[in-house]
T-cell receptor, first 114, second 111 residues
Framework: DVKVTQSSRYLVKRTGEKVFLECVQD?????MFWYRQDPGLGLRLIYF???????EKGDIPEGYSVSREKKERFSLILESASTNQTSMYLC?????????????FGQGTRLTVV | GEDVEQSLFLSVREGDSSVINCTYT??????LYWYKQEPGAGLQLLTY?????DMKQDQRLTVLLNKKDKHLSLRIADTQTGDSAIYFC???????????FGTGTQLKVEL
């Protein structure tokens, strides 16, 4: 059974804290993605990575950074959390080798910044 | 980048058909996906269509693609309460690996 695992389901952090969201996949996928989901806005791509140590900005990268030191792990970092980063964060992975690149999603991390 | 538009809400009676619509802007989209998100969960792939097809049927699901108008629809026959969820349209751009998601349509099935 394929799996994308996010380290936390719920997180509460204070404004100004540095926050790490972790994502691990066990499918040997090359591509990994971080999205945030907000009501009425759907999923918006923050960053993605198509290989180890490679990253590309998505549509809303401001205030975020990422790290991909190993193929199976993709971390999202909020350098200094702000209340407007309160959201649901979804990690996904997909294979670059297959033409039909279905993305597999984690369960999501609901982050509240107070 | 790609823009993907969906209606935010749809309400149907149990047993009726549901039709969820999606428009997109990238004419080079190769695969077009429908994902389902149940409450408190991540997204799961429901079905997809390749861009050289007009229609794909999979049990209660029918996907229609109008490439000329860049319009995609998902029809669910005999809608059940278990179909209540958010449905996302996600075209895959011709440029590679990225999926762009629509705003999602919240389907509510009433008894």
């Amino acid at each position: 059974d394929v799996k994308v695992t996010q380290s936390s389901r719920y997180l509460v952090k204070r404004t100004g804290e540095k926050v790490f969201l972790e994502c691990v996949q066990d499918m040997d996928h090359e591509n990994m993605f971080w999205y945030r989901q907000d009501p009425g806005l759907g999923l918006r791509l923050i960053y993605f990575s198509y290989d180890v140590k490679m990253k590309e900005k998505g549509d809303i990268p401001e205030g975020y950074s990422v790290s991909r030191e190993k193929k199976e792990r993709f971390s999202l970092i909020l350098e200094s959390a702000s209340t407007n980063q309160t959201s649901m964060y979804l990690c996904a992975s997909s294979s670059r080798a297959r033409l039909n690149t279905e993305a597999f999603f984690g369960q999501g991390t609901r982050l509240t910044v107070v | 980048g790609e823009d993907v538009e969906q209606s935010l809400f749809l309400s149907v009676r149990e047993g009726d058909s549901s039709v969820i619509n999606c428009t997109y802007t990238d004419s080079s989209s190769t695969y077009l996906y429908w994902y389902k998100q149940e409450p408190g969960a991540g997204l799961q792939l429901l079905t997809y269509i390749f861009s050289n097809m007009d229609m794909k049927q999979d049990q209660r699901l029918t996907v229609l693609l109008n490439k000329k108008d860049k319009h995609l629809s998902l029809r669910i026959a005999d809608t059940q309460t278990g179909d209540s969820a958010i449905y996302f349209c996600a075209p895959r751009g011709g440029g590679g690996n990225k999926l762009t998601f629509g705003t999602g349509t919240q389907l509510k099935v009433e008894l």
